[in-house]
């Protein structure tokens, strides 16, 4: 089969792709686990690391426009590279929500309040799952399975819905703690809105493997940068 | 297959063509509606026909003595195969670029003229040599030397006058063999912007080997390939930029993406 070179390139820079998902997934994980243990100095660490986030995400572009540029692709491959463009981007900013629940913990420090943790790590765990998963349905080209994924934020969504009341409770319940508790609102947040982004994710698969630019999540399209 | 344009619009109008060199058919059962005042390139690897759909839409193919064909080719709603059509008018109205430049052994002027001539013009020949090389995109380069020889120009340069040529007989579509092929990429760059102007007052037809030439310069694509039984068929048929991002046909998708065969 002809364009050997560029299969093979597109390839590697799935790989790499996939790379910076469980870049994002590990950080995202790990930001929950340290906000539960309030340990600050893997905090400082996962905060300052989102960096090596953001330089895979400028490496893999850079090597997406080499190959628009020498490849010239076309049709598929060429909706391929265009949405890979936008995924990355999408990881990018999963990987600046970590950043964010991070900050959170570094503020809090050892302020004496009740984080819903069990609650926050279930929606880190789905949203993880979501992205694992959205990722996979990625690199096989399923649109089907990626319909599928986006359908399951809803999961994400009640569980936010459940701990914002909670934390709305508590803090009417004990005004003092309004400005801790508001940080703990942005961590869960922060996850919403990263199981939004595994949805655009979502999209762009089935863009890339019909062509038909799909909007899958039409309940929340709220844009915020949660660091 | 049929093609979603607009019925309206249509200058030329290939149904159900079959072409035939003897026995062979080389093209089978083309449905092509050119549109005007645009640019449509005929794209398809080696042997799927499209240069000899291109020369039977000027008649070209008279000349090769076993080609016959099936089927209509419509100008204007005229069959250009009647028995009662002039072919020589037929090429007046459908001028023809190749892809070697071919200017005659004469004078830059003398290749405009020459033409003009023969067709019985009889308005003012310094105007007309003068608008058609504006018209070209040549004008500015060769004003002061007009008698100069057409073979001293450059490769991209003959080929303008080639296009200026053409047009001098007032043609109402232009058809275009590869005409970059021979071509530097300036020169190829300078042809396709000619193109584009020419098409605000002209419907060009290209038949290009280069992809990226198709997708940059056309409006519309036809994706030709060759069937089993060899005869060149037309696969699918639209707007440039769906063809291109969208194809509906994987083997248009094989084709595009350079993974044919």
Redesign the interface.
Known sequence: ???DT?TRQIHHLLDEVLLLGSMVEQATLSAVDILRQRDLKAAATLYENDQLINDKRFAIENAILILIATQ????????LLAATLEIITELERMGDYAKGIAKVTLQLKDADINIPNRDLERMASQAVNMLHRGLSAFVNEDPNEASAIAGEDAVVDDLYNHIYHHLVETMIANPATIDQYNQVMWVAHNLERMADRVTNICERTVFIAT?DMLEMDTTDDEESDGE | MTTQTNENNIIIQANDLSIYYGSFRAVKNVNLGIQRNKITAIIGPSGCGKSTVLRAFNRMNDFVQSAHNDGKILFHGQDIYAPEVDPVQVRQMIGMVFQKPNPFPKSIYENIAWGARINGYKGNMDELVENTLQAAALWDEVKDNLKKSALALSGGQQQRLCIARALAVKPEIILMDEPCSALDPIATLKIEDLMRELSVKYSIIIVTHN??QA?RASDLTAFFTMDEDRAGLMVEYGETSQI????KDKR??DY??????
Do not use: N, S
């Not at chain 1, 010239?72 to 909706?79: E, F, I, K, V």
């Not at chain 2, 595009?256 to 065969?261: A, C, E, L, N, V």
């Open positions: 089969m002809p364009r560029l010239q692709p076309m049709a598929h491959d060429l909706r062509g | 992809m990226q997708a291109f991002t969208r194809p248009t998708e595009i993406t350079g993974r044919f065969g």
